[in-house]
């Protein structure tokens, strides 16, 4: 009967992994998409610098995005992968499109701690499951999550 219960409990631990890896692909895709939102209607005295910005942080997203989803498929799991699904499964709001320029720097430091916590928990049910080259892709990605973090709110002041 224990071998049984331990089976139980690791596919509740991959479940609860997957589910995750799953909510980070959708608020990666969800990013995504805000970020262009931003980058395209951005505008004031700082729309250069930050225009650029919005395409460098959301062509690092997309790569972000594809690696999770490419390891949770690495660990037999299956990303979600439709714009419903994102919908559905995203803790990260879409950009309502009417946001200033102060506002979508904010949005974007409240977004990456949003990230930057489900790093966190992945990486904890990953080093419970053994799985280090989930915790050691996650923990890489917490912490160029945070660096962006530190710069966005000095941009802010």
Known sequence: ????????????????????????????????VKIHNYHWYVKGDNFFTLHIKFEELYDEVAEKMDAV??????????????????????TIQEATGNEDPAAMVQTLIEDFATLSESFQEGIELADQEGDEATSDLLTGF??????HMWMLRSYLG
């Open 1 to 32: 009967m224990a071998k049984a219960d331990s089976k139980s409990s690791n596919k509740t631990k991959k479940s609860s992994l997957e589910q995750v890896l799953n909510e980070q692909v959708a608020n990666l895709n969800v990013l995504y």
């Open 142 to 147: 917490k912490g160029e999550i945070e660096k």
């Open 69 to 90: 989803a490419e390891r949770l498929l690495t660990i037999k799991g299956t990303p979600a992968a439709t714009l419903k699904e994102y919908l559905e499964l995203a």
